[in-house]
């Protein structure tokens, strides 16, 4: 290929980047990714990355896995492309939604497949929307969501999200979303104790349903545990209450699992590990490790029952495309056959965890919350007191996250918080590395910010 600078160039020329600012895209370049096996990054000058966010939270399996790419071939010679509207269906998609149907928990045995998380997240609003609609209850349509919360980027999951700085752009939210507080304790829990904060944080949702009208709120959506905003493991007290006030107040919840689905929780779903019982959940990211875009979202007996006795004017061309459908059936088979998912839950889950936990001994880190194999460390100048920086919220991240990127580590910031999210695959002495090269960028932060 050309030189690492001319990609550069036309990249910064032609190429418009999602969440980049494209003025620093023309100074200094992006990274330009070559090849990938395992859990290692190749860039176009040939240096290594261990990469700790599998992508975007997605390649579960690992890169550079024949099987899907053969997958992926055999379908697209056989049939490359045929639409699931109006009647008509294919061997991959019903194979994939019948297996989803098996390894989803509860009676969450139908499908609607989607090109993405954000189509899925879309489908979920128009989905309730209508349940309730069929059931005579049209002005049901109220859909409650969490400040700081990512569902996606389109005008519909972008409304779902609470990120203020997206909905500035593009005139969002759309109108009957609804945010609440997140059960962040570490940041936003002061001297109350995480117990009484998940309680009170939980029952923000019962207040905003009683101030709305029950019969109002058509549905409540979260991740199990909030990725993008920052790995927000909630204390224990709050998703069972939040079970509570849905099943009460007769609320459907929807589960978004698009980074807690596959594996990535020590389960196969998020919703399994924290024992949620959600009426709807979106998938995406690892149910096919990344090899193919696909989404979707699994529905209930009852929801299902509903919507199909209407028809459901809603769904994507590439709803249940063959080939994403075919690599996500290989993928969803790699991930059982060679135990992947119970051994994060085992093994490598926990010597993990027990390595993430020691970086609490670093003093720039003030906490260290992981779960399975999605985890964070809040950096902070005082751990005793919670304290934040001084100057912009995300700076320091941001010069933690450029010292992993020179130590070979890729680790993303969200503010101040580091994030890691491996593939499930990373062994035992990939662990040592990451969590090594981690402390290394961590030293070379706090030297630079004594400076
Ligand atoms: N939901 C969650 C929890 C996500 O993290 C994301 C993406 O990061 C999405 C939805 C959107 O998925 P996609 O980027 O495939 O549209």
């Not at 029952?203 to 009683?210: F, G, K, M, S, T």
């Not at 149910?287 to 006795?309: Q, R, T």
């Amino acid at each position: 290929h050309l030189p690492t600078a001319e990609l550069q160039a036309l990249d910064a020329a032609h190429h418009l980047h999602p969440f980049t600012n494209g003025a620093e895209l023309e100074t200094k370049g992006a990274r330009v990714i070559t090849r990938a096996k395992g859990v290692t990054l190749t860039d176009s000058d040939g240096n290594n990355y261990l990469d700790a966010m599998a992508g975007l939270w997605c390649v579960n399996i690992g890169y550079g896995r024949d099987e899907p790419a053969e997958a992926a071939a055999r379908q697209m010679r056989e049939l490359p492309f045929y639409n699931t509207f109006f009647q008509t269906t294919h061997v991959p998609a019903i194979a994939l939604a019948a297996r989803l149907a098996e390894l989803a928990p509860g009676d969450l045995n139908h499908v609607f497949f989607a090109g993405s998380g954000s189509e899925a997240n879309d489908t979920n609003i128009r989905m309730v929307r209508t349940y309730w609609a069929q059931k005579g209850q049209p002005e049901k349509n109220i859909i409650i969501s969490r400040k700081n919360a990512y569902h996606g980027s389109s005008m519909g999951s972008g409304s779902l999200g609470g990120m203020t700085f997206m909905h500035e752009q593009g005139g969002l939210p759309i109108p009957n979303i609804h945010h609440i507080d997140q059960p962040h304790w570490w940041s936003e829990g002061g001297d109350t104790s995480p117990e009484d904060f998940g309680l009170e944080r939980a029952r923000q949702l019962e207040q905003a349903i009683e101030d709305l009208g029950a019969d109002r709120v058509a549905a409540f959506i979260a991740e199990p545990i909030q990725g993008a905003g920052g790995v927000v493991v909630p204390p224990a007290t709050y998703w069972p209450e939040i079970q509570r006030i849905c099943d009460e107040h007769g609320i459907l919840l929807i589960a978004d699992e698009v980074i807690c689905g596959f594996g990535r929780t020590g389960s196969w779903f998020g919703s399994t590990t924290l024992d949620i019982r959600p009426h709807i959940m979106t998938v995406a990211k690892g149910l096919s490790s990344g090899y193919a875009p696909i989404g979707g979202s699994i529905v209930c007996d009852e929801v299902a029952e509903v919507i199909n006795n209407c028809e459901f004017a809603h769904g994507y061309t590439y709803s249940g495309h063959p080939m994403a459908c075919a690599v996500a059936l290989e993928n969803l088979r790699i991930l059982d056959e060679e135990g992947i998912v119970d051994r994060v839950a085992q093994h490598s889950g926990p010597y993990l965890q027990q390595k993430w936990h020691g970086l609490v001994e670093h003093p720039l880190v003030g906490e260290a919350p992981i779960v399975g194999m999605m985890g964070s460390i809040a950096l902070t100048p005082d751990a005793a007191t919670r304290a934040k920086f001084a100057g912009n919220e995300g700076d320091v991240g941001l010069i933690c996250r450029e010292h992993c990127f020179q130590n070979g580590l890729v680790m993303r910031h969200v503010g101040d918080r580091m994030i890691i999210s491996p593939p499930l695959v990373i062994t035992d002495a990939e662990i040592d590395t990451l969590v090594e090269r981690a402390w290394t960028a961590l030293d070379l932060t706090h030297a630079q910010l004594k400076q």
